[in-house]
């Protein structure tokens, strides 16, 4: 029995998120163009409850609840950033799908480039290394062929594949 | 002459990652912290609920003395875990608690809720659309703010209340911020 | 009784293993032929045990048998005996059972069909095979056993959660598996030409067949789990860089490069030192994701449901297997020498350049899978990575090796020449410009990296199909082409196949991505609506009863330009147990793209509904290019000079040479 109690302290309720279509259209807003920049942010922003859905995908009461009060402002005149900030003052960084260039995510964002950089770089070297290299000598030094074997080898040539 | 460097370097990668991967099971995903910590509670102005009283609860009540703000909802089957110790606080402590009535579909549920366990708040305001909550960034209930005089956000407790967290860091924090301001 | 016997059958599986991963090892370090041949034995043995074990989880499962734990919380007597078969998987337990059963197949596998390899080799395959089988028998017997029961056993089950129960899903995981679990040959053959000290070419044609058919059931596992995932969840989607599907996509980046590294192994006697990192990274990939999933350390809506001492298990096998293997490797990879060399500007140039490329993708994906974790970690807060940052690093980094795919087969090995390679290739410029001009006119509002991919995609199968009529000497010689061309070898036409079904895929993926039409509304009966030019008509919705759950119906009428297309019956059904509501979407698909109606809530009381209609274009072209390279990769398989009974060494040193 306690630890029933305990795991439902440690829980919190959560208004239930399930997968399914989200947008309703007793929602969406009347001026297309509005509606259309009210999709695009909800797109990018996170539903917190959920394990990892925007708030336009997911049907979680919160995301509805989100999706509705990003249709307002924007109908109350703010811009996209306005809107973007509001959010994420409440929730945090956390709630952008697209994680923002900040400081702490510098690597995050240039990692990749990084990455691409050594990739190049690696493959300089390998070139560099293998031609100062000598040529290792082949197994057995190239004797004439007989004309069987060139047929073969002709034959072996026409099918070599990749 | 190859340098054997290169060939530790995938290992010394791997070991990196699993010291963060070591470090990342000690970790709660779904903690969220506040970022209203140290920010003044957000304007909000909800009405009462029904067969209460007609006060309402709105931001500017928050100021003058320290208070708690307490998000429930008749669906929440955490908040019913904390409820006792909630009723427990009103009779042992002078904190008023505050609530905020959060996402009912029928306005009914939630006065019958408080009816069936109890109702230790000062004031209840009823949140249908999420906008009080959403303001306060709550992701979901209890969720337990401590306001203080001036009406800046101390602490946000994720979860249900229980005397250990109330012990330990609200009733200790209380008595620093009344020292400082009174009240 | 049955549920004693899978364990009992599992806890004797552990200790044969135990058998095999040590003295068929120490039997080939030390010459003894008599302790290496216990390989071959012990392999079937686990097989056969392990085969037994989960025969029987499956028929406590058929049985409904609600003494077991771990059927009552996935499995109901109301559910259909196909999902009460696939509930034996569908959870994090039942899950392992399949993982180590498939592991114990593969060694079966090689012990069986392995003859041709060294007596010493296959010691020490099985060997490394009977180690990692070892961890997951002890994760499973310590913490998460499936066998356990429970007092008093209830009525009936939970109900397997709803989303599984459909046929898509229900194969998805075995896919996955036969995957992951087949990149572990090439790790155990990484390994065993580690502890020898050699890699050759005769190595290379060893691995292949494995590593292959590896692939082709990944490549399949995540085709049908993105194919679910567009059907079932009800807007379309059919990729979300969610950290599970990352998972998967991460080792199937490594084994294509693994692919292609392995055959310059083979023909070139170079890369050698990478291809067998690239192995044991293939097949760490797939054990990283098995931590993922399960462990906690990221939210994901694949995860099962966790617990930290799982994950702390998982962990340490990680260490142990990943971290053994890599340090290994640090210790003994400067022993594998490589002989071949070659131009950057060759075919061992393109092929590395894939490999560079796949590399950097995977590791660009991993970073931002992992970067959450990292963060917070490092106490910097909590941040997602969601689409937005792998479509703008992961399209970019790839797309330079989509061009180079038209252009690498046709360089020659070892010194190719670029410019003529590239002056074969003036149709395929042409007709990919004309394509990317005509799908920028057609769809002028629609995002430009569909206009790009759509080009990329024609030039990259114009390109292939260029490199095959140059092989058969189509234009210059046709009267004896249709001979050459049957007789292409098998390998060959997979490396056509393969490149040519990414393009039709990647063909797909920019219709499928860019150029979606949606119409979201509340319709009332016989009300219509149009979307991209096909008009659906609203018939009216009614109640249904299925076997466990009720539905609302939906029925619509779609026509284009007057002729009727199709009729189609969207669902939203409600789980008796469980109560969660799933969508089932209606779709109809055609060469041309995919019509999608899903059925939502009832509004008002005229019979109105809420109704979300898409059109969807050339989605069928993402499923049907992935069976093409699955095709190809088959086929590849097939050919003669690959199978595992390949050539033995004939010479001690000498490379094994192609058969005619």
Redesign the interface.
């Known amino acids: 029995m306690t630890r029933l109690?305990l795991a439902?302290?440690?829980?919190?309720?959560?208004?239930s998120p399930?997968?399914?279509?989200?947008?309703?259209?007793?929602e969406?807003l009347e001026d297309p163009a509005l509606e259309a920049r009210a999709r695009d942010l909800s797109k990018?922003l996170?539903c917190?409850?959920?394990?990892?859905?925007?708030i336009d995908?997911s049907d979680a009461?919160?995301a509805r609840?989100?999706r509705?009060?990003v249709r307002e402002r924007l109908k109350a005149g703010d811009s996209d950033k306005q809107v973007i900030d509001y959010v994420?003052?409440?929730?945090?960084?956390?709630?952008?799908?697209?994680?923002?260039f900040k400081v702490?995510?510098l690597?995050?964002w240039l990692?990749?480039l990084l990455?691409?950089m050594l990739?190049?770089g690696?493959?300089f070297f390998?070139?560099r290394r293998?031609?100062a290299a000598p040529?290792?000598p082949a197994?057995q030094p190239a004797q004439a062929l007989s004309d069987a074997e060139r047929a073969?080898l002709a034959?072996?040539l026409?099918?070599d594949?990749? | 002459m190859r340098s054997r460097l290169i060939f530790i370097i995938p290992l010394a990668l791997f070991l990196v990652l699993a010291v963060y991967f070591a470090v990342g099971l000690t970790l709660d995903l779904k903690k969220l912290p506040s970022m209203l910590e140290g920010q003044p509670v957000p304007a909000f102005d909800l009405k009462p609920i029904q067969g209460r009283d007609d006060k309402g609860f709105a931001s500017t009540d928050l100021k003058g003395q320290v208070s708690l703000v307490n998000v429930f909802g008749s669906w929440c089957v955490a908040c019913r875990v904390e409820h006792p110790f909630l009723m427990q606080l009103k009779k042992t402590s002078d904190v008023p608690i505050h609530a905020i009535d959060w996402r009912e579909e029928d306005p009914a549920a939630g006065p019958a809720w408080l009816k069936r366990h109890g109702d230790p708040y000062a004031l209840v305001g009823d949140d249908p659309r999420s906008k009080a909550a959403i303001a306060f960034g709550v992701t979901g209930a209890p969720e337990t703010f401590l306001v203080d005089q001036q009406g800046v956000i101390r602490y946000k407790h994720v979860g249900p209340l229980n005397p250990q967290i109330w012990k330990d860091v609200l009733w200790p924090l209380i008595a620093e911020l009344r020292k400082a301001g009174g009240g | 009784m049955t549920a004693e016997l899978g364990h009992f059958a599992l806890i004797l599986a552990l200790a044969i293993a135990l058998v095999q991963s040590t003295l068929p090892l120490i039997g080939a370090q030390r010459d003894d032929a008599g302790w290496m041949a216990l390989a071959r034995p012990t392999a079937l043995t686990q097989f056969l045990l392990v085969g037994i074990s989960f025969g029987c989880l499956t028929h406590l499962y058929v049985t409904s048998d609600f003494s077991v734990v771990n059927v009552v919380r996935n499995s109901n007597t109301a559910m259909p005996m196909l999902y009460k078969v696939s509930g034996v998987w569908g959870n994090h337990e039942g899950s392992l059972l399949l993982w180590v059963l498939i592991l114990a197949i593969f060694g079966a596998a090689v012990a069986a069909f392995g003859r041709n390899l060294p007596p010493a080799l296959r010691a020490r395959v099985l060997s490394v095979q009977a180690m990692i089988a070892v961890g997951f028998y002890l994760f499973m017997l310590f913490t998460s056993n499936p066998f356990e029961r429970t007092f008093p056993p209830p009525m009936d089950g939970r109900d397997l959660n709803p989303l599984l129960q459909d046929p898509g899903l229900a194969f998805h995981p075995p896919m996955l598996y036969l995957g992951y679990v087949g990149f572990s040959m090439a790790f155990s053959f990484a390994i065993a030409a580690l502890i020898e000290g050699r890699v050759d070419a005769a190595w290379a044609r060893w691995v292949r067949p494995w590593t292959m058919a590896a692939w082709c059931f990944l490549t399949g596992g995540i085709a049908l789990g993105s194919w679910w995932a567009y059907y079932e969840l009800g807007w379309g989607g059919w990729w979300y860089w969610d950290p599970v599907e990352n998972a998967s996509f991460m080792p199937w980046l490594a084994g294509t490069a693994l692919l292609h590294s392995a055959s310059v192994v083979e023909k070139r006697d170079s890369l050698k030192g990478w291809t067998v990192l690239l192995a044991i990274i293939t097949f760490s990939l797939s054990l990283l994701g098995t931590f993922l999933v399960r462990s906690g350390v990221l939210t994901s809506v694949h995860a099962f449901a966790t617990d930290p001492t799982r994950g702390v298990f998982i962990l340490a096998l990680l260490i142990v297997v990943i971290g053994g293997s890599l340090a290994l490797y640090a210790w003994r990879g400067p022993q594998l020498v490589s002989t071949g060399l070659f131009q950057p500007i060759s075919r061992e140039g393109a092929l590395l350049f894939n490999n560079l490329v796949m590399a950097t993708g995977a590791a660009a994906v991993l970073l931002g899978t992992l970067y959450p974790l990292f963060l917070d970690a490092v106490g910097g807060g909590k941040v997602s990575v969601g689409p937005p940052f792998f479509n703008a690093v992961f399209i970019p980094i790839m797309t330079p090796m989509i061009a180079a795919m038209a252009i690498g087969p046709l360089l020659n090995w070892k010194r190719g020449d670029l410019g003529a390679a590239v002056a074969r290739l003036k149709v395929a410029f042409v007709l990919a410009l004309g394509a990317g001009i005509t799908a920028w006119v057609w769809h002028s509002d629609g995002p430009i990296f569909a206009t790009l991919a759509m080009g990329l995609a024609v030039w990259l199968g114009v390109g292939t199909l260029t490199e095959l009529a140059g092989r058969i000497r189509l234009f210059d010689a046709p009267a004896g082409a249709w001979e050459r061309l049957r007789r292409v070898p098998r390998a060959s036409w997979g490396m056509t196949l393969g490149h040519f079904g990414l393009a039709i895929a990647i063909a797909g993926m920019a219709g499928a991505g860019g150029w979606t039409v949606e119409s979201i509304q509340t319709m009332k009966p016989g009300e219509r609506v149009e979307v991209a030019g096909y008009v659906f008509t609203f018939k009216g919705a009614g109640a249904e009863t299925g076997p466990n759950y009720k539905a609302i119906v939906g029925d619509f009428e779609v026509t284009r330009d007057g002729t009727r297309v199709t009729s189609l019956h969207a669902e939203k059904r409600t789980y008796n147990v469980g109560a969660m509501p799933t969508t089932e979407a209606a779709i109809h698909s055609s060469i041309r793209g995919d019509l999608y109606a899903v059925i939502g809530d009832p509004e008002g009381d005229e019979g109105a509904y809420v109704t979300r209609l898409y059109f969807n274009p050339l989605v069928a072209w993402m499923w049907f290019g992935t069976l093409v390279m699955i095709f190809g990769g088959a086929l590849s398989l097939t050919d003669r000079r690959y199978r595992v009974g390949a050539p033995r060494r004939s010479r001690a040193g000498a490379v094994a040479p192609a058969s005619a």
């Open positions: 109690l439902l302290a440690l829980a919190v309720c959560v208004l399930a997968p399914g279509h989200a947008v309703d259209p007793r969406m990018g996170r917190v409850v959920c394990q990892n859905q925007s995908d009461t919160l609840d989100l509705v009060l994420v003052s409440r929730y945090g960084d956390f709630v952008l799908l697209k994680p923002p702490s995510t690597v995050l990692g990749p990455i691409v990739a190049i690696g493959a390998y070139f293998h031609r040529e290792t197994a073969r034959k072996l026409e099918d594949a990749p």
